[in-house]
Each structure stands twice: as C-alpha cells, then as structure tokens.
Nanobody, 122 residues
Framework: QLVESGGGLVQAGGSLRLSCATS?????MAWFRQALGKEREFVSA????????LSADSVKGRFTISRDNAKNTFYLQMTSLKPEDTAVYYC????????????????????WGQGTLVTVSS
C-alpha cells in the first residue's frame, strides 16, 4: 500500500513536495498525474537501487524525483509550477526493477497511491 501526502494549492511559480510512503518491497517507483478530462500521464520514475531517473519532457528541469530507502519513501519536488501542472498526482510502485525504457508505462505498476490534488493558480 502506498500513502501519499503533500498536495495543495500554490501560486504559479511556487513549489510543492509530494511524498509517497511504501512498504519497502518496491524496486521501481514513479509519479503519474491526471488532469480533469485528460488521461493519466507519466511524470517521473526512479529505481530503489539508483541509476538514472526518467522524467517527462514537460517537467524536466522543474520536477525532481528522489528516494530515501531508509524511510521507504520517495518524493517529487516540484518547482516553477505552472497552471498546466494542475492535476491529481498518483504515486505508483512495482517490485520489479525496470529498465528505463519501460518506466513510463502505467500498466507495469501494480501498486498505487490514493492520489493527491495539486492546484496551481495563475
């Protein structure tokens, strides 16, 4: 089970950090988001063992994914937020260690958080 926290309302240009607590038996962790009326989309992913992270082009340079293995928690630090970042953000995890090329696929993640709303006002 994944437990998310950290969403809220922020002005454009502001920052938020999302957290996702896991059971610890996860090897690949990711963030997805879904805006109203749109499909869920990949945001960023990271492996518990380290190595390169993967991020969507729309958030590169603004969002950073990280993990704290000792706390079984991973994070999404969001900076320079834009109104178009408004969405429900979901954390996801899998027990398998994925190669970078497969991290974007939501179907590969069996475990999901409850979602947290991020609203960016203009």
């Amino acid at each position: 089970q994944l437990v998310e926290s950290g969403g809220g309302l922020v002005q454009a240009g502001g920052s938020l950090r999302l957290s996702c607590a896991t059971s610890g038996r996860t090897s690949t962790m990711a963030w997805f988001r879904q805006a109203l009326g749109k499909e869920r989309e990949f945001v960023s992913a990271i492996r518990r063992s380290g190595g390169p992270t993967l991020s969507a082009d729309s958030v590169k340079g603004r969002f950073t994914i990280s993990r704290d293995n000792a706390k079984n928690t991973f994070y999404l630090q969001m900076t320079s937020l834009k109104p178009e970042d408004t969405a429900v953000y979901y954390c996801a995890a899998a027990e398998s260690t994925m190669i970078v090329g497969t991290m974007r696929s939501s179907a590969r993640y069996p475990y999901w958080g409850q979602g947290t709303l991020v609203t960016v006002s203009s």
